[in-house]
């Protein structure tokens, strides 16, 4: 019995171990590298539940969807300001989280500037960490849609046209530690229930710094730095504006934790105006009928009598960008009344003035650090590659590989100097690239001439690679002879119409005799009938073409010469119709020889013949095709040839317009780029840029002088015909 007990024990613990060992390995994550080069968006495709996706500093232009569940994704330095996500479509936000469990921390991301898009954008999603980002120049910084529970701190959102923090039915996030000044709008909160705001500082935006629509209830809203000139809050349902009063540092430095610092940038807002006797942090009075609302902050925070507010570092330079040398001026914006500043202009040097001006010497982009104290503390600020110091551009570059059969994939890299904003690349193929390190696949063989010209303020410079891609296919051998027939000696001329661009040729003209150039003369010193090949090589394979007894070589006789006499030889003439047409073009062939021939051999110059007196054929591919007609009879034999007689060529189509512009939104002057997208290889095209102007370039930029709202027309025309592209409102330009 107690034999039996120890084996039940064992087994147990035998199973437990087998079962902790499976969760072990079912749990194990996988770490996926991603480096400059590389695409985001392809390693959260590969990515399974429980990875972690490190990003390499560098800049990533592309859209990003991350639709899986249990994801982190973070920059391997943790800093935003060397890992950057720019948006590659303007009308699709940076990233887009479509999942439960991701966790986004460490990048930069700018560009989504269409409107109803953001640099970070959570769609329905839930328990989601979003956590130490920049979130520049966007519509958006940071869109919550449809979402719950999920966590977005220390994030910074500034300069982003519409907000910088948006919620749309969310409901039950917590909003802690962020940042929103210099955008169009702070925070909005639309129809959102259950939120927790605190610790979050907003200020400086153009239009309000938080909206509460009055759809939106039980949000708890506390210990938040406001300083704006517009707050607008509707009633709403259970929203509170403060917590219970608990010791512990708030938000502008003061012992207690309460209710939200109400400021305005003039100094004329709540907090910047009550008072505090008690020295507690927190105004005597309560703040009743926010912003005319039938709400309340009855702990309203108040700078801290017995030291100042905690700096905000912030700062502005002009120019920000010409050649070299380059003298800048810096000028502090900082709030809190800073009492010391310390300057890193990124290039070595270093000044602890207010406002200092500072000479530039060499090209670079450089990052601008300020750091600001006064007795609360200190606080610093860092514009990344703000200032950009340039001198004309040396366009440079290379590829890899540079040779290759179909399809041919290329990787072009940028090796400019002189550091170019804009890139423009002509593969030789008709297509065309604006990336600075574009992939290139090319669909057909040949040898393409490769244009890199790179723009900045200074200048434009054109790189040229003649033939430098090589493209091959395995080739196909043909050709042709004249005459192929005679007496001895017979002279004859080889042409070869192989296809595929071979490297090689190896005749054999069937009398022991061959030849390794491409078109050779070949003479036949005795009669007989010649079979001929012909092997063509090139880096993709070999090709053979046979024809069997094609060179036909008599002797001289009386019997011969009685023959000729009785009969003449026939001279070869022919027509075509038509000659020339779309593929597949079908030919009507003609004999028109003299002398009575009475055999017929016509080689239509693609591979194919025929020995039918008026043949009918099909060519199936473009290009330009040499037709031979050889007439014989008993006295003998003739060949003629017409070069390049029959042109076949691709069916054209009418192009189909598009485009897109840049910067579709500013004050006026409003500089606009236009760039022209439109497929089917149009030739010609016609601008109608709303405002009473046209262009007929192919990519302008135009000025809109006035305010308005401008709607963009593009005609684009081939042979073929033409189409039209409008876009609607395209164009918003304020006063």
């Known amino acids: 019995m107690e034999g039996g007990i120890k084996i039940k024990k064992l087994t147990t613990l035998i199973v437990a171990i087998f079962i902790l060992s499976l969760i072990s390995s079912l749990g194990a994550a996988t770490e996926i590298i991603v480096q400059p080069g590389d695409s985001i968006q392809n390693a959260v495709n590969s990515s399974s539940s429980g990875d972690i996706i490190t990003v390499k500093p560098g800049t990533y232009t ?322 990344s590659k703000y200032i950009t110091v340039t001198k004309k551009p040396v366009a440079a570059f290379y590829a890899s590989p540079t040779s290759g059969k179909v399809p041919l994939k290329v990787k072009f890299t940028d090796k400019s100097t002189g550091s170019p904003t804009k890139w423009k690349w002509d593969f030789g193929d008709g297509s065309k690239s604006f990336l600075q390190n574009p992939t290139h696949k090319y669909s057909k063989e040949g040898k393409y001439t490769v244009t890199l010209k790179v723009t900045n303020a200074l200048g434009i410079n054109t790189a040229t690679k003649s033939k430098y891609i090589t493209v091959t296919k395995k080739p196909v051998a043909a050709f042709y002879a004249s005459p192929t027939s005679g007496r001895v000696p017979l002279k004859v001329k080889f042409t070869d119409k ?99 021939p009475t055999k017929w051999k016509w080689d239509f110059g693609d591979g194919e013949t025929s020995t039918t007196k008026n043949p009918t054929h099909e060519y199936s591919a473009t290009g330009k095709y040499t037709v031979t007609l050889t007439a014989g009879n008993a006295a003998g034999s003739n060949t003629t040839t017409k070069s390049k007689y029959i042109i076949v060529t691709e069916t054209s189509q009418a192009p189909v317009a598009d485009f897109w512009g840049s910067t579709l939104s500013g004050n006026a002057p409003l500089n606009v780029t236009f760039t022209e997208t439109s497929k089917g290889s149009p030739t010609s095209w016609k601008w109608d840029f709303g405002d009473g102007t046209s262009s007929t370039e192919k990519s302008p930029t135009h000025t809109y002088s006035a305010a308005g709202t401008y709607t963009v027309k593009l005609t684009s025309t081939n042979a073929a015909g033409n189409s039209t592209k409008t876009k609607s409102n395209y164009i918003k330009v304020a006063k």
């Open 62 to 383: 592309e859209n990003i969807i991350v639709a899986k569940n249990d994801l982190t994704i973070r920059s391997e330095s943790g800093n935003p300001d060397n890992t950057m996500i720019k948006a590659k479509s303007s009308g699709a936000s940076v990233l887009l989280l479509q999942g439960n469990n991701i966790k986004i921390t460490g990048f930069k991301t700018v560009g989504a500037t269409r409107s109803g898009n953001a640099g970070i954008c959570l769609s329905s999603c839930s328990n989601c960490i979003v956590e130490n980002n920049e979130l520049l120049n966007n519509c958006y910084g940071t869109y919550l849609l449809r979402s719950k529970e999920n966590k977005i701190s220390k994030n910074t959102a500034t300069n982003n046209r519409e907000y910088g923090i948006v919620l749309g039915t969310a409901t039950d996030n917590t909003l802690s530690g962020n940042t929103a000044f210099g955008n169009g709008r702070g925070i909005h909160v639309g129809n959102s229930d259950g939120n927790t705001f605190s610790g979050n500082t907003i200020q400086d935006n153009s239009v309000y710094g938080l909206y509460v629509c009055p759809r939106s209830d039980t949000n708890h809203i506390y210990n938040n730095y406001f300083n704006d000139n517009s707050m607008t809050i509707r009633n709403g349902i259970g929203n509170t504006y403060y917590t219970k009063k608990t010791a512990g540092t708030n938000i502008v430095g003061g012992p207690y934790i309460g209710g939200n610092f109400w400021g305005k940038p003039d100094g004329t807002g709540f907090s910047n105006t009550a008072v505090d006797k008690n020295r507690d942090g927190i105004s005597d009075s309560p703040y009743k009928n926010i912003t005319g609302s039938i709400c309340s902050d009855n702990l309203p925070l108040v700078v801290y009598k017995s030291g100042s507010i905690k700096p905000v570092a912030a700062f502005s330079a002009s120019p920000t960008s010409g050649r070299a040398p380059l003298k800048v001026k810096f000028t502090d914006k900082s709030t809190g009344s800073p009492t010391k500043w310390k300057w890193d202009f990124g290039d070595g040097s270093k000044s602890f003035l207010q406002n200092p001006t500072h000479k530039y010497s060499k090209e670079g982009k450089y990052t601008v650090t300020l750091k600001v104290t006064n007795a609360a503390g200190i606080n610093t600020a860092t514009k």
């Open 498 to 596: 192989s296809t595929g661009s071979p490297t090689k040729w190896k005749w054999d003209f069937g009398d022991g005799s061959k030849s390794f150039i491409q078109n050779p003369t070949h003479k036949y010193s005795k009669e007989g009938k010649y079979t001929v090949t012909l092997k063509v090589t090139n880096a993709a394979g070999i090709n053979t073409a046979t024809k069997s007894k094609y060179i036909t070589v008599t002797e001289t006789s009386q019997t011969s010469t009685t023959a000729l006499s009785a009969s003449p030889t026939p001279t070869a003439a022919l027509s075509a119709s038509p000659k020339s047409g779309n593929a597949p073009l079908n030919v009507t062939f003609t004999d028109k020889s003299t002398g009575s």
